[in-house]
């Protein structure tokens, strides 16, 4: 199993950053791939970006692409989510995930966090 807890949430205006990142625990976290996705309020969790277990492969979601960037350190059973130029659409409840697969189906992903807030004013 795998356990997950985000962090780097917080308040921002629009254009700046943020780096979550998403520690996780457990054996097979190494060898997991992690997507990170977000739920606005009424809105449906969304896929934002995933990444292979060895950091080899990255997808994005078009609205992401080119300000965020995804990354890891199996060393420190971390994955991080630089957000850079944030807008104010990005606010959400942010989550990471971990799966055996990179891919961008949330049904994919077996193991979830209880998510961060990111709140980005206008």
């Known amino acids: 199993q795998v356990q997950l807890v985000e962090s780097g949430g917080g308040l921002v205006q629009a254009g700046g950053s943020l780096r979550l990142s998403c520690a996780a625990s457990?054996?097979?976290?190494?060898?997991?791939?992690i997507g990170w996705f977000r739920q606005a309020p009424g809105k449906e969790r969304e896929f934002v970006a995933a990444i292979s277990w060895r950091g080899g492969i990255t997808y994005y979601a078009d609205s992401v692409k080119g300000r965020f960037t995804i990354s890891r350190d199996n060393a420190k059973n971390t994955v991080y989510l630089q957000m850079n130029n944030l807008k104010p659409e990005d606010t959400a409840v942010y989550y990471c995930?971990?799966?055996?697969?990179?891919?961008?189906?949330?049904?994919?992903?077996?193991?979830w966090g209880q998510g961060t807030q990111v709140t980005v004013s206008s």
């Open positions: 457990g054996r097979t976290f190494s060898s997991s791939a």
């Open positions: 995930a971990a799966g055996p697969l990179t891919q961008i189906a949330a049904s994919g992903y077996a193991y």
